[in-house]
T-cell receptor, first 113, second 112 residues
């Protein structure tokens, strides 16, 4: 079945550092790919998405590019802030079926001032 | 537009009891999905409803059930609660044909 693998956390960075969180996927079809973020005590927020190969999703300074050849969707940000501290989830959805997200295990990110 | 709302936000139950959680999707969204989030298993898909019909189901026992009403609001029920059912239960809604789901704040269920 479909699956998503994220880099293990936790990740701790200093403010203004460059961020990369790796995500690779396995899918039989042509899934849509997503990054969600979860702040403490809250639900998940959709951060960005890409629906086909070579698409780049971007939002709030975060970017990720759908790489079909490497089955990857790595999350990047050029200069992180303390407010970016949260748990980040990579996910895929195969719209050939119903609306069902398959999530990675999540990566906890802490940014120190 | 108002976001996805879930009630109640917190619940404490004892083993053997049953519980019903409620979810109101974003206006115009007819698909509602439910997920269970635990530290050990992460985020796992429970089921999805669309137009009052269960369209997809995850790998959970029959104690977990759900339904959807004509106004797209959804409920999930867990019967004969077990300690392992303690989790954050998240509801998400989406627009048919549009990739991406929008999540509510979740219901934190504690089973004692």
């Amino acid at each position: 079945g479909d699956s998503v693998t994220q880099m293990e956390g936790p990740v701790t960075l200093s403010e203004e550092a460059f961020l990369t969180i790796n995500c690779t996927y396995t899918a039989t079809g042509y899934p849509s790919l997503f990054w969600y973020v979860q702040y403490p005590g809250e639900g998940l927020q959709l951060l960005l998405k890409a629906t086909k190969a070579d698409d780049k999703g971007s939002n709030k300074g975060f970017e990720a590019t759908y790489r079909k050849e490497t089955t990857s969707f790595h999350l990047e940000k050029g200069s992180v802030q303390v407010s970016d501290s949260a748990v980040y989830f990579c996910a895929l959805s195969d719209l050939m079926g119903a609306q069902k997200l398959v999530f990675g295990q999540g990566t906890r990110l802490t940014i120190n001032p | 537009k108002a976001g996805v709302t879930q009630t109640p936000r917190y619940l404490i139950k004892t083993r053997g009891q049953q519980v019903t959680l409620s979810c109101s999707p974003i206006s115009g969204h007819r698909s509602v999905s439910w997920y269970q989030q635990t530290p050990g298993q992460g985020l796992q898909f429970l089921f999805e409803y669309f137009s009052e019909t269960q369209r997809n189901k995850g790998n959970f026992p029959g104690r977990f059930s759900g339904r959807q009403f004509s106004n797209s609001r959804s409920e999930m029920n867990v019967s004969t609660l077990e300690l392992g059912d303690s989790a954050l239960y998240l509801c998400a809604s989406s627009l048919e044909g549009t990739p991406g789901q929008f999540f509510g704040p979740g219901t934190r269920l504690t089973v004692l």
